[in-house]
């Protein structure tokens, strides 16, 4: 629920208020907070609010970057607490500059989201975090990893200001991120490790075991997160364009072509494919068969190995016939020589 301001507010700051940023943490502190409540009604539990907004609070719904929260337990009313002065965790926006504003808000059930009484503050103030500076991209490997590769990280903290550890992680989400909580499935991630202010780590490459998300479309967000202590908080992110559907689907292996090559001298070739359909072909090669002799089939093979020419030496059908007569008349003449 987003916090907002009652209708009837009796909550009030009464003198200043302000807060101090310490690192990681912040102090909160106001003169005096007073319950105005003229039918004797005690408040619900209060916490003082610090938000970092994009523009100053003028009432209404509240958004923005909850820098930090200070409970305060409930006001009986025409009663007071003063002076309030404590320190409280922080939780950091993403870098940049913003409006600051300390609201009193009361419990209504679900979270402080009732707001009684703001206090913006002139000057806006300048949050300086580790930062992406240069392309940053991923690969999802064959190997089912995934690479993930950023041109630079670099801290803008003064030089005795070091940072938290500091991770890559890389999230399938619903939707782009733009801030804040969020909700999605964490594919890879890798600790950094700390990086002192002014300092830098260049062509960062990292090939990381991949986690995929239930199947669905998804934005892929690289993330560089901070231990804060408490927990993880991002510095700063980028959103890749083009969404991704899980499971991954590869591209199929490209299929080979037939390619053909002279057969060695001592190998035949494969025959060539006729033209002809092939149950065209099949059904003239029957019809064909059917025409010739049986004896014809089947003296076909010996008939076409025999494909060298005969020897014009060899006898002719009817040489012996010819010899015959040729030995007679030799015979005759020899005997008249006799």
């Known amino acids: 629920?987003?916090?907002?301001?009652?209708?009837?507010?009796?909550?009030?700051?009464?003198?200043?208020?302000g807060?101090?940023?310490?690192?990681?943490?912040?102090?909160?502190?106001?003169?005096?907070?007073?319950?105005?409540?003229?039918?004797?009604?005690?408040?619900?539990?209060?916490?003082?609010?610090?938000?970092?907004c994009q523009a100053p609070y003028h009432g209404g719904p509240l958004t923005g970057w909850k820098l930090a929260e200070l409970p305060l337990g409930g006001l009986q009313a025409n009663h007071y607490l003063a002076p309030v002065d404590s320190d409280t965790s922080a939780s950091m926006p993403e870098a940049g500059d913003y409006a600051i504003v300390l609201v009193i808000a009361e419990w209504d059930g679900e979270g402080f989201n009732r707001i009684h009484d703001y206090h913006n503050y002139p000057n806006r103030d300048v949050f300086l975090h580790p930062r992406f500076d240069?392309?940053?991209?991923?690969?999802?490997?064959?190997?089912?990893?995934?690479?993930?590769?950023?041109?630079?990280i670099y801290s803008p903290r003064d030089p005795n200001n070091t940072s938290g550890t500091l991770c890559l992680e890389l999230w399938a989400l619903p939707e782009p991120y733009s801030g804040g909580a969020f909700t999605g499935h964490a594919l890879a991630a890798v600790t950094l490790g700390s990086l002192a202010g002014g300092a830098s780590w260049q062509d960062c490459a990292y090939d990381l075991e991949m986690t995929p998300p239930p199947a669905g479309t998804y934005t892929l967000t690289l993330m560089l997160r901070e231990w804060v202590g408490n927990g993880y908080a991002t510095r700063d992110h980028f959103n890749f364009?083009?969404?991704?559907?899980?499971?991954?689907?590869?591209?199929?292996p490209r299929a080979s072509e037939t390619v053909s090559a002279d057969a060695p001298g001592d190998q035949a070739a494969?025959?060539?494919?006729?033209?002809q359909p092939?149950?065209?072909?099949?059904?003239?090669g029957r019809a064909a068969a059917?025409?010739?002799?049986?004896?014809?089939?089947?003296?076909?093979?010996?008939?076409?190995?025999?494909?060298?020419?005969?020897?014009?030496?060899?006898?002719?059908?009817?040489?012996?016939?010819?010899?015959?007569?040729?030995?007679?008349r030799l015979f005759?003449?020899?005997?008249q020589h006799w």
């Open 19 to 52: 807060y101090a940023r310490r690192g990681d943490s912040v102090a909160l502190f106001a003169d005096r907070i007073d319950n105005l409540n003229s039918s004797g009604v005690s408040s619900s539990d209060l916490a003082l609010q610090l938000w970092a």
């Open 270 to 275: 494969g025959p060539a494919h006729s033209s």
């Open 1 to 17: 629920m987003i916090p907002h301001t009652v209708e009837h507010p009796y909550i009030k700051f009464n003198g200043n208020s």
């Open 290 to 328: 059917a025409e010739q002799p049986a004896d014809s089939l089947a003296s076909q093979a010996s008939q076409q190995a025999r494909a060298a020419p005969q020897n014009e030496n060899l006898s002719r059908p009817g040489t012996p016939d010819k010899l015959i007569g040729l030995a007679r």
């Open 241 to 252: 364009a083009n969404p991704v559907t899980f499971p991954l689907v590869t591209a199929p």
């Open 134 to 152: 240069g392309p940053v991209g991923y690969r999802c490997l064959d190997t089912g990893r995934i690479a993930v590769d950023v041109g630079r």
């Open 332 to 335: 005759e003449k020899l005997k």
């Open 278 to 284: 092939a149950d065209e072909a099949d059904a003239a």
